[in-house]
């Protein structure tokens, strides 16, 4: 995080740490990629994918602790973080994304990581390109869900064409901090256990995320992208693709989430052939943020 500076020493906290950033020509668009640093060249290769609305910003404490496990890389998805869109922002777009980055980057499987909307694109690349897949980690991911929630309607709002606008509008003109907070509330289980240095990257990248123009349109692409995923037919479904998956896999869901219905873990585990579940009561939508230690621990259990 730029308000950062460099800070890559011992004494920094994991989460405030800045890994090294280059630019790779993917999908249309330079991709903002950032390496984990200090990862060994032989070690096997990851890929971590963030959410909607997320960035690789969020796995800098996990990618870390996991960098004596895996080399990994973490891009910055177009229209997020500080990559410009390119067409589309949709779970199809970015799994076709991602396979071309598999490709350039990596001459061997890797492990994936995907939080939220990067987990459904994550299943969707799995179940396309098993050869790309080692093992994939699953972080709330976007799975569809039979019940009504209310992330389910913000989600429905969103994906509607004139009322999709008009809610971001007006949510754009509250004050920052009013946001920001609500922000919180929404994602982490428990805003008040954050460490400060993770709140202060997230404001900040809040901030950052305020002053791009395609802000908007990539939430709606995105929104509409997940209802779309919710409605299609049970041949054609995540569902479909995550029953066709047969490398390991770690599901991890928290009790506090918001956004994905921690409920749906047993359908889920039962869904893919060869899962293990991490059930963390005290986390929210991002528990690679809140709670990485138990997540490097379960992954590195996973591959053992």
Known sequence: MESYGPVTGDEVPLAARVWPERQVPVGGVNLLVRDVPGAAADLPPALYVHGLGGSSLNWTALGLMLSDTVRGIAPDLPGFGRTPPAGSAGISEQAAVLVELLEREFDQPAHV??????GAAS??????????????????????????????LWFSALATPRLGPA??????????ERRFEASLAMVFGDPRALPPEVRAAYEAELHRRDEDP??????????RSILRSALARPRRS????AAAITCPVLLVYGGKDRLVDARIRTKAQRSFPNARLLYLPQSGHVAQMEHPAEVATAFRQLIA
């Open 113 to 118: 990581f995907g939080n939220s909307m990067g």
């Open 123 to 152: 299943v969707a690349l799995a179940a396309q390109r098993p050869d790309l897949v080692a093992s994939l980690t699953l972080v709330s991911p976007a799975l569809p869900h039979p019940r009504v929630s209310a992330s389910a």
């Open 167 to 176: 809610v971001l509008e007006r949510t754009r003109r509250l004050p920052f």
């Open 214 to 223: 395609w802000g908007p349109q990539v939430t709606l692409d995105g929104a």
């Open 238 to 241: 995540l569902w479909a693709d």
